[in-house]
């Protein structure tokens, strides 16, 4: 309510400031006038002075008096009240000069309440700036960090800070690549080797491929406990067909994780999903020669969903190194062959199933 009774009070200022010189104009007018005919008057006889004293001659006098005219007519042309306007005319004047001053303030708070926001509140300049630094703009914070590494590429901290914002951007190519940059300009940590790791896998769609292998290794060289490579690597021999051994390092990983770690939840749903599809666990307490023959059951039934239709990269992937595993190349260059066909329209599948046919060595070569 204060800031209403403000706003009333400053209006109403303005209005009478403007509306004050109206109604005083016409007396005010006269009184410049006769200042005018005084100041023009001490002009002639300062003229005349000079002329007497010959400080002048006669013709510069009387240009001097011509001037001195000049500026007494023009006073009164701008000061005086117009001529042969009454005291009705100059009332009506006054009444419109005030009626439009009022009408604008009016008008403007009509507009303010039909479209404004009289209900929200302040927000001082103070808490603005206050709060500006952490609603910066994300798009303009990350241009300028690519281009201070664009100018900088061996700030190997750098690197390692905006990766994992590629990450949760899905942008994993540039995530790789970032990770890269920072483990060679001497940020090679575990975390860094396992998120080079995950980009790769991700970038392929979710397959661990041998390039991620190789990152995952090198983030348990410097971290043999790290969580995420170990995580990756048991997906890694899930996709090869070792789903005891899978199963056996997800069990492992949990066993020694702390009770208040964020991923043990990911970690067990993956590991109900792969015992499920296992029997609940039941190979890994099979005779080896069981345990083969209940893992080219499994392999073959993917196999059949998979040609039934539909299937993902993983799906396919998981098929083909399992059917590789088994010793079965004709059967795995079959299933890549169809993979191929069917995950055309998927950009990322291609080059994917590139490097695993080479990782396999189920390229055909040239009789």
């Not at 109403?12 to 400031?17: E, H, L, Q, Y």
């Not at 926001?117 to 952490?134: E, H, T, V, Y």
């Not at 396992?194 to 790769?200: D, K, M, T, Y």
């Not at 059949?304 to 992937?317: D, F, H, S």
């Amino acid at each position: 309510m204060l800031i209403w009774i403000i706003f009333a009070v400053m209006t109403g200022a303005s209005v009478f400031a403007l509306l004050w010189p109206l109604g005083r104009g016409r007396s005010l007018a006269f009184a410049d006038v006769g200042d005018a005919t005084s100041l023009y008057r001490a002009q002639l006889g300062e003229i005349d002075r000079d002329l007497a004293r010959r400080l002048i001659g006669p013709v510069e006098a009387e240009a001097a008096r011509a001037e001195a005219a000049r500026r007494l007519l023009r006073a009164s042309g701008d000061d005086a009240a117009p001529a042969g306007e009454t005291e009705s005319s100059l009332r009506r004047r006054r009444a419109s000069s005030a009626l439009a001053l009022s009408c604008v303030p009016l008008l403007a708070l009509l507009v303010y309440g039909a479209y404004g926001s009289p209900a929200k509140p302040d927000q001082p300049l103070a808490a603005r700036l206050q709060a500006d630094p952490s609603r910066q703009d994300f798009a303009l914070a990350l241009a300028r960090i690519e281009t201070h590494l664009a100018a900088n590429p061996s700030d190997g901290k750098g690197w390692s800070v905006i990766a994992p914002v590629y990450m949760r951007l899905n942008r994993y190519d540039d995530a790789a690549t970032a990770f890269a940059a920072a483990i060679r300009h001497g940020e090679a940590s575990a975390e860094a080797y396992a998120g080079l790791g995950e980009a790769r896998a991700l970038a392929a769609g979710g397959v661990v491929t041998a390039a991620a292998r190789e990152s995952f290794a090198g983030a348990l060289r410097v971290d043999p406990k790290n969580a995420r490579a170990r995580f990756f690597l048991a997906i890694g021999q899930e996709q090869d067909g070792d789903a005891p051994g899978a199963i056996a390092s997800l069990r492992a990983l949990l066993d020694e994780a702390a009770a208040d770690a964020p991923w043990t939840q990911t970690v067990r749903q993956r590991l109900a999903r792969l015992e499920a599809e296992t029997g609940a666990g039941g190979i890994a307490a099979l005779p080896p020669a069981e345990q083969q023959a209940a893992i080219r059951g499994m392999v073959e039934g993917l196999s059949a969903r998979l040609k039934a239709g539909g299937g993902t990269l993983p799906e396919w992937t998981r098929l083909i190194r399992s059917q590789v595993v088994l010793g079965d190349k004709v059967a795995a260059r079959e299933s890549l062959a169809m993979a191929r066909e069917r995950l055309a329209q998927e950009a990322s599948a291609a080059a994917a199933l590139d490097a695993l046919a080479g990782e396999l060595a189920l390229k055909e070569t040239a009789p």
